[in-house]
């Protein structure tokens, strides 16, 4: 028993470092996905003729194809066209843009439940269907959205250990690395998982607290539908 | 004499804080049709629901001809056999057609040959007079449709007593009508019945006693006649009088007499 | 020049590249097979299970859905050097349906949860037993409300069996990687890649589409 500790001790220096650039691709991506994904939702909810299809192509490219393939387009294809990106950089840009096509998708589901008498409503106050947009329809889908959002950040953590297949220095990839120093890798990665699990809980819980926090009774979605 | 078919002694059951039913005790007899009647939230959805155990009650013994129902004997599943319940959401099972929901209970609980249960199935939905709906599915049927083929479905398995659980509340006032003729001909045929219904005008014509539950226990029984006409307990006479003026084929003339 | 002297060979190697798909298949569906029955059964578990099939259940869901897919086929991968020997393809087929497994029955717990409790209340009123309600009357019904959310878990599949890439397997993946290195041509052979599991993931959606259409209860509007 007291090896396993003493080994944990060992490899947790290492362990701890992977998991910062974890979490900095974690949250890197999440708000670029963010950034990318509210505007599509709104093309696509609300755009016409080529601003729609813009984002339906967008989302649907993104949605059909594997993240790591999109990660090897941007990290191995792009510098073809002259664009070199640092590995991190380029993860961060991956999986951004990875998250960004689902995040749209969630937020036009949530749009999209909103009852059409609200709209109408505000248009019959006299606001434009801009003011209707940003005043009555964002916030109440910006609540709805939360369950299957936080769905998300929780996807991202773990999605991050993709990285580790262009040696981005994360969690996944450290573990690796100290399996070819120390041949021992069940152990290694028993404990590479105990981290990814309680990280994982934790902000599973603080999800839920701000879930609950922001929680409009008797309006939410289901983290399930997702 | 005739036989008793429910016994039910001294039922008690609690939901979380409130004590629904008090010690309640009542008999229906063979060919009888009991219509239970009552103030909402006093339990009598919960007594049909004791009796066949959809619901456990806290204490008390509930007798089918003699046969205790215990869950957990052996004989559990045959007595439920026997008690044909009708609910007020109908519960037709949605992914099966009219003639389906008929044939699934005996097939699959008396193991009946499929060609046979079906041709039962028929006669039942005739019966109803929902056979030609025989292929259809309950999304693609009325209200009404639903509770009559709900009705065949229970009666398929040729039970000894039939349990209706407000039929009719679930239903638009216009489809009403059909399922209580179907009930109607059902009691003029000797069906044992024990019916919770806001119905007056069905317990006037087919009612052999009503039943006043009041506060978990039995406050009044008797004869349409006398619960309608001539009440004895005050209570009783303000229900019903209430139950006919909100009920749009209701009167109550007989209680002007007072 | 030089680039459509490049983009050629590229070209020439979709033949490679498709026998990728092929294997890609199989690992998708043997890795779908294997969860979907996983996953129903936890989900019974979870709804109808008392005690410990309950909670086994649920703590299976919480772990198996902590993990990223990675860490879980390493381990399965390397079980190889201390107990059983597991080879890469089984692996990849195990992660994928062990982890799509606790995705599932989260999908199939929703569904059966959204089935009315009036339905099993009418099965064991007329006499059926418990197993019986359930088989016959309600997972009919669940199955069916599941399968939009089920189609999107096995896209989600389908897309993860590139992660086989990470044990050497040679699936789609590891053979655009093989390509890639040999033209020097990441770009459009990824691109080339990317449109390849496009293909599969739309026609997959749409067939599932379909089934579901032929199922479907008439009159029910979802």
Redesign the interface.
Known sequence: MMEHIEYFIYIWPDLFKGLIVSLQLSVGALLLGLAIGLPMALMRTYGRGLVKTLAVMYIELIRGTPMIVQLFLIYYGLPDMGILLDRLPAAIIALGINSSAYQAEYFRGAILSIDEGQGLAAQALGMTKQQAIVNIILPQALRLVLPPWSNEVIYMVKYTSVAFLIAVPELMARGKMLISKTFKPLETLFWVGVIYVIVLSIIAKIVDMVEKKLAIPGFQMSREDY | MPKPILRIENLYKKFRDTEVLKGLSLTVYEGEVVVIIGPSGTGKSTLLRCI?R?TEPDSGDIYLEEQKIEPGKSNF??I??Q???V?Q???????LTAVQNVA??PI??KKMDKKKAYDLAMKELERVGMAEKAG?????LSGGQKQRV?IA??LA?DPKIMLFDEPTSALDPELIGEVLEVMKDLANAGMTMMVVSHEMGFAREAADRIVFLEDGVVAEEGSPEKIFNNPERERTREFISKIARLNSGGDDRGLNNK | MGINFAANKVLASIPYLLGGVWITLQITVLALALSTVLGILLSLLRVYGKGIFHRFSLIYSRLMRSLPLLVILFMLYFLGSEIIDIPAYWAIVLALAFHSAAYQSEIFRGAIQSI?K??M?????????KY?GIF??IL??AL?RAIPYWANEATIVLKDSSLAYALGVTELMRRGEYVSARTSQPMLTYIIVGLIYLILTYAFTKSMNRIEYKVR????ER
């Open positions: 066949n959809l599943s045959q439920r056999q008690i044909g319940m609910f959401d109908f519960n037709l099972f949605n992914h699934i209970g699959k609980v259809n599915y309950p999304a693609e709900a479905r229970a398995m | 009315s009036g339905q209340e009418a099965a064991l009123a007329l006499g059926m037993s019986q016959s009357v009919p019904q069916r209860i008439p009159g029910l």
